[in-house]
């Protein structure tokens, strides 16, 4: 894997360039972008090759999710299913 650095404006090079970036349109290893001990979380929102997007059911949500550890190679994968009647926050939200 292998990646650069993209700017949205300006603003943000100057950013780059204040914290120590000299080659704004270098390559990265996977090693530079990511070293160390790293988790990623990442849930669907839609469907992709990854995970399935949010299913909406009435006053219900199934998500799926992955997380992955670094060191020690762990994969987790989760399905959650979401009640929005037994979440206050959500109760008056049309899903």
């Known amino acids: 894997m292998q990646g650069r650095l993209l700017f ?3 603003d943000e ?15 990265y290893t996977l090693s530079q972008l990511a070293s160390g001990e790293v988790l990623f979380a990442a849930t669907g929102v839609t469907d ?3 995970l399935r997007g949010v299913n909406r059911n009435g006053e219900r949500a199934y998500t799926h999710s992955i997380i992955m550890r670094s060191s020690t190679g762990t994969v987790r994968k989760i399905e959650a299913f979401h009640d929005w009647t037994k979440k206050t926050e959500y109760k008056n939200t049309k899903v």
């Not at 090079?13 to 390559?27: P, S």
């Open 8 to 10: 949205r404006n300006e």
């Open 13 to 27: 090079v100057g950013r780059a360039k204040r914290i120590g970036i000299e080659n704004l349109d270098a390559k």
């Open 48 to 50: 992709g090759t990854m």
